[in-house]
Each structure stands twice: as C-alpha cells, then as structure tokens.
C-alpha cells in the first residue's frame, strides 16, 4: 500500500505545479520578441515586426499602439501598425513594424531604448522594449 500512497502524493504535488504554472501565465498583452533589438550602421535604416498576443481572457477592443522613450525621440518609428483600432480576440494576434534610423551624428555603439506600449479597454497597458544600436559610423 505504501507505493500507492507515495504516488498520490507524487501526483497532487504535480498537480499543483501544473496549476500554479497556469496561474503565472499574465492575462492581457504580450510581445515577440521582447525585448527587440535593433542594429544598423550610422545613417542606415533597419525595421522589426513585433507580435503582440493576446493571452485573455476575452476580446482586446479599442487597442492603441504608442511609442515612448529614447534618448533621440525621432530615430525610432512605427511604420505599419494591425493593432491599434483593432478588435483582437483571445488568442489572436496583432502586428507592430518599428524603423530604426541609425543617425550619422550619433557614436557607433550608442544604444537607445523605446517602449512600443499596447493598451485596450480590457487590459492594463502593456509594455515592449525596443533597444536600438548604432554598429559603426558609417556616414562621411
């Protein structure tokens, strides 16, 4: 009788594992990647698509997309948005395009950093970090 005991134990400790690892998951946004990071030689453009999830529970409605932050404000960009407006049911998915414009006046290994925020009716705003690095100078 004792193997059946010590496997009942076994199997309510991971139970309660499974369960506390369900729990942990946030409800609302995520993103992918995150952070994003971005690089480009000095006076040379480079994009990245980031995802944004919604993990629930329910719909995502009036969702807006904004960018904040950075040391040089206009050297990062959204270019192409499925987000904001959007209605996004659970599960579904959204897409952001962010430019980096790597500036020719700024030092090679400089790297800024943005939040690309999603925000909705139902959730509370979440943040993506967008970290830009300037790679070598590369303007004359």
């Avoid at 369960?19 to 994009?47: H, K, R, T, Y």
């Avoid at 290994?109 to 790679?135: A, R």
């Amino acid at each position: 009788m004792k193997p059946r005991h010590a496997f009942g134990r076994l199997a309510v400790i991971l139970l309660a594992g499974l369960g506390a690892a369900a729990a942990a998951q946030a409800s609302g946004f995520s993103s992918s990647p995150n952070p994003a990071n971005i690089s480009a030689q000095g006076g040379a453009l480079a994009w990245k698509y980031i995802t944004f999830t919604n993990n629930g529970p329910g719909f995502a409605s009036n969702v807006a997309v904004t960018l904040s932050g950075g040391a040089h404000t206009s050297a990062l960009n959204i270019i192409s948005d499925t987000c904001t407006g959007a209605r996004v049911a659970q599960g579904g998915t959204c897409t952001v395009r962010v430019e980096f414009d790597a500036a020719c006046y700024v030092r090679a290994g400089t790297t800024d950093t943005w939040q690309l925020e999603i925000s909705s009716t139902e959730f509370p705003v979440f943040n993506s970090t967008v970290n830009g690095t300037v790679t070598t100078k590369g303007c004359i």
